[in-house]
Nanobody, 122 residues
């Protein structure tokens, strides 16, 4: 089992930045895609960004494109999400996820972290 542990959430003001980190352990060689998702109260979990661990290619939801950057360090088994120019609508619990050839769909991901809260005040 791959285990994922997120860190870096917090309370910030609109326009501020936050950096989320996710540390992976276990048989990470089985994982090709790492992603970040978020879930706001009363809403479904939604895709934010993903990266392919070997190639480093990235994919973003339109709502965060240009503001968020996902990156991974294969040697350290970590993936980060740099979030700039945060908006109140970014407020949610953010989850790190890992899967094999995963798309933007929640069900494609086999492993999930426990989540970290990001709150953006206006």
């Amino acid at each position: 089992q791959v285990q994922l542990v997120e860190s870096g959430g917090g309370l910030v003001q609109a326009g501020d930045s936050l950096r989320l980190s996710c540390a992976a352990s276990g048989p990470t060689f089985t994982v090709t895609t790492m992603g970040w998702f978020r879930q706001a109260p009363g809403k479904e979990r939604e895709f934010v960004a993903r990266t392919w661990r070997v190639s480093g290619s990235t994919d973003y939801d339109d709502s965060v494109k240009g503001r968020f950057t996902i990156s991974s360090d294969v040697n350290k088994n970590t993936v980060t999400l740099q979030m700039n120019n945060l908006k109140p609508e970014d407020t949610a619990v953010y989850y790190c996820a890992a899967g094999r050839y995963a798309s933007r769909v929640v069900d494609d991901y086999d492993y999930w972290g426990q989540g970290t809260q990001v709150t953006v005040s206006s």
